[in-house]
């Protein structure tokens, strides 16, 4: 390992088996090779198939094995026994899934595979010479392959009762067919380019070719996106529209076969936890009530005259918490986040020693996928800086982006929350690689609702409804656990949780239909926020009264970011070694 300081020849050993078992995973999946900025098999996507997922855990299984009989664990130095404790983990939470590999929608309206294609080959696939256009244009002919796997993965489950929803089709259907706008689809001059006709072209422009060679790769694109591209999109459309047909509502997972013990599996793979659904659903209900109480003290400082609801239903309806739809309100948004982000990123010194290298720029969702996706997300940069974080702000309807939580919105999805988290992580010296890149919702999306609440403590949020604001997410995650539960295990129909959602938080009608349709598709996730932040306020809280005089905030960030993604009983051992260090 190039950046590695390993320690004995136990702990090498260690390093080495986990970084032959990282790149053999990087040489299987070219996707994340991109997503890491390596051009290895650059025309490459993964295998999607079923029999691919299977294989990957029979892999995982000899991993296991080898790992397990080669290396002594109580040979290690302490940063070798995180990894191994870590690598264990994973692994056996992996085999455990085998039974529900077929337990989830290959396209829905939130991030199927196809819209997971374009997306990709527009944020992802960048390119700086001829042979990276030549590759993207290989990537286009072969989607007509992984289309056919993603309508065979389709098939599996809808042949096992593992149907999405009614309410979804439509939305997908429309997010495909908008794909297939525009030139060279839809042949009138008038017409404007296609999304990924128009990305094709810009990259391929940016080689400044002799004009002939642009040309020459402009056409092949498009006679790629006529033959192959198009006719296999409109062959998805037409599987989908029959399956709508025959789709029902029934949203909860509690539908499929041996649901509840899936649900299970879900949630501690999710929170990193033994929590069953009815603690999680608890925990929601009474979190949901503490942070009600706070938004009754803002309602007061405000003077305003009425209940929450009548609060909630003020801020829906009064034009001055929004900016208008048009290009400039648009505008206005995106640079007021920008600027939050500016005023974040100079005050860094004051809770954090380590800070991320890699830049980060601020982005609209691009028009393709910004009726269906999240209101705004974050896309991690290249390693080797060819590409920035991304942090992503849906325009689309500027009802849902309020300019009251601009701020806890930009310091969740920019700095200090998942930027700084993931791009430490990444450039985290000493660290194996599959930590570096290592996935735990409950850490990332804890951190990042953490780090909502950080700036309140710095002073921040000086403006009250700015703070409502806060609160107002704060209160979102809180009542995902509830809802998630209630959807999943409890049976709760799609407008019994609309309504429990509009009755307690104060998003529009609109956006918690949307975010309800969110837990549907993808059961557990949202538990992960709240579960994962009031982990990590515990910590704090029981190092200050451990430490006293001796706690440093600082310290604490440092010790909780720089492992990177770790499960939260991981974390607390972190944590306590750190104490008792300091001790």
């Given amino acids: 390992m190039n950046d590695n300081d390993l320690g004995d020849s136990s702990s090498v050993e260690a390093n080495m088996f986990f970084e032959k078992v990282y790149d053999a995973f990087l040489q299987r999946h070219p996707m994340q090779q991109s997503i890491l900025g390596i051009r290895d098999r650059y025309s490459d996507w993964d295998d999607i198939s079923d029999s691919s997922a299977l294989a990957e855990i029979d892999i995982t299984e000899k991993n296991l094995l080898e790992l397990k009989k080669n290396i002594m664990f109580d040979q290690l130095d302490t940063n070798t026994k995180v990894s191994y404790k870590l690598f264990v983990y994973e692994a056996e939470q992996k085999i455990a899934g085998k039974k529900f590999i077929t337990y989830n929608y290959p396209v829905n309206q939130l991030f199927g595979w196809h819209s997971e294609i374009p997306s990709f080959l527009i944020n992802i696939h960048t390119v700086n010479s001829k042979k990276d256009a030549e590759a993207y244009i290989e990537r286009l002919k072969k989607v007509p392959h992984l289309i056919d796997q993603v309508l065979k993965k389709i098939e599996a489950r809808e042949s096992r009762g593992i149907m999405l929803p009614k309410f979804a089709f439509a939305q997908v259907i429309d ?25 094709f072209n810009k990259k391929a422009e940016s080689l400044k070719l002799p004009k002939e060679e642009e040309d020459s790769l402009k056409k092949k694109c498009e006679e790629v996106l006529i033959t ?23 949203d909860g997972c509690w539908k499929f076969p041996d649901g509840d013990a899936f649900y299970k599996y879900a949630l501690q793979n999710t929170t990193t936890t033994n929590l069953s659904p009815e603690e999680i659903f608890e925990i929601g209900q009474s979190e949901v009530k503490r942070i009600q109480e706070e938004m009754k003290v803002i309602i007061q400082q405000v003077r305003f005259k009425g209940d929450l609801k009548a609060f909630f239903k003020y801020l829906q309806e009064n034009p001055k918490f929004y900016y208008t739809s048009d290009s ?12 939050v982000i500016a005023e974040m990123k100079s005050r860094l010194n004051e809770l954090f020693i380590t800070k991320p290298k890699a830049d980060l720029i601020v982005k609209r969702v691009e ?24 942090y992503y702000v849906n325009t689309f309807d500027m009802r849902t982006l309020p300019k009251y ?40 999306e ?17 403006d009250k409804y700015s703070d409502f604001g806060r609160l107002s997410m704060e209160l979102l995650r809180a009542a995902r656990l509830v809802v998630d539960v209630g959807i999943h295990s409890k049976k709760w129909t799609r407008e019994e949780a609309i309504k429990y ?12 239909r949307k975010e309800i349709e969110r837990y549907i598709v993808w059961p557990s996730q949202a538990t992960a926020y709240k579960i994962g932040m009031l982990k990590i306020l515990e910590l704090r ?22 492992n990177g993604a770790v499960p939260l009983n991981v974390l607390e051992e972190l944590v306590d070694e750190w104490i008792k260090g300091k001790l």
């Fill in 175 to 199: 997010d495909c067919k908008g794909l297939l706008k525009g030139q060279p689809f839809e042949f009138e001059k008038k017409k404007k380019l296609s999304s990924l006709m128009e990305d």
């Fill in 228 to 250: 192959g591209f198009g006719p296999a999109y409109k062959k998805l459309i037409a599987h989908l529209e029959q399956s709508e047909k025959k789709a029902t509502n029934d």
């Fill in 328 to 339: 400039l309100g648009k505008a206005a948004y995106m640079a007021e986040a920008k600027k």
């Fill in 367 to 390: 028009p393709f996928r910004e009726k269906s996706t999240a209101g705004a997300f974050y896309q991690e940069p290249a390693p080797d800086g060819s590409r920035p974080g991304i």
């Fill in 405 to 444: 939580e601009i701020e806890a919105l930009a310091y969740h999805e920019a700095i200090p929350g998942h930027h700084m988290q993931l791009a430490i992580a990444q450039e985290m010296k000493g660290l194996p690689k599959f930590r570096k890149y290592g996935f735990y919702t409950a850490y990332i």
């Fill in 446 to 462: 804890g951190w990042a609702l953490y780090t909502e609440k950080i700036p309140k403590e710095m002073g921040l949020y000086k």
């Fill in 501 to 512: 959602f509009t009755d307690n938080t104060p998003n529009s009608e609109y956006d918690c």
């Fill in 541 to 562: 809280e029981s190092a200050k009264k451990r430490l006293g005089e001796k706690f440093d905030i600082k310290e604490f960030h440092d010790v909780v970011l720089i």
